[in-house]
């Protein structure tokens, strides 16, 4: 096979852009530092969707430079690690099944890759809640592994096999990232491990 299974998009799509200022993201949510001086950082959005107007409402978002993303998950139990490793392993048919089919269909729009859970296959529509990364390389959109979603259908199964220890290592990432904001309180949602 000869199918690419990397592609760079000609610049950040809209989609990724901050949603209150509607610019590319300018600063790592973590350590402040320039996104500039890194050739790659990766964002995640989190959505709420609403099903009776049938829309989704943006939670939260945040960037994050390479070297947080690096060591941000680091100090983490094994046994979580494992758990994590064991979860992603038991749905890699249907992430590699899908990332193949729209590599090979050069399906390099960011719709093609956000309609679904990229674990588990349920739509976003059909998602309660449901998170978007994508990684940024030198000021375009990497299509390889990610653009991923991940729907709270999944989300949920993470949370039950990981120790109440690392759940609340992921809580204490999040409040710092967002800074104690209120509105995310009720989230069942952290940053995704094991993503980016
Ligand atoms: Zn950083």
Known sequence: ??????FLSDDIPAFFYKFDTEVP??????????????SKYAIEKVFKQNKI???S???????????????????ISEDSKIAIMSLFVEHKNFISMRTDYLHANKMYNIES??????LTGKEVRLCNEYAIS??????????EHSPMVVSDEFMEKLQSVLSKET????????????DGSPSVEDLIFSPTPGVL
């Open 1 to 6: 096979m000869d199918n690419p299974k990397k």
């Open 25 to 38: 993201f300018t600063n790592c949510s973590l350590c402040d530092g320039k996104l500039s001086d890194y």
């Open 53 to 55: 107007l049938n829309t």
């Open 57 to 75: 409402e943006i939670v939260y978002e945040y960037a994050i430079c390479w070297d947080c993303a690096q060591t941000s998950g680091s100090d």
């Open 113 to 118: 890759w956000i309609e679904r859970c990229s």
């Open 134 to 143: 994508a990684i940024i390389e030198n000021d375009k959109l990497l299509y």
């Open 167 to 178: 759940k609340d290592k992921f809580d204490g990432l999040r409040d710092k990232i967002l």
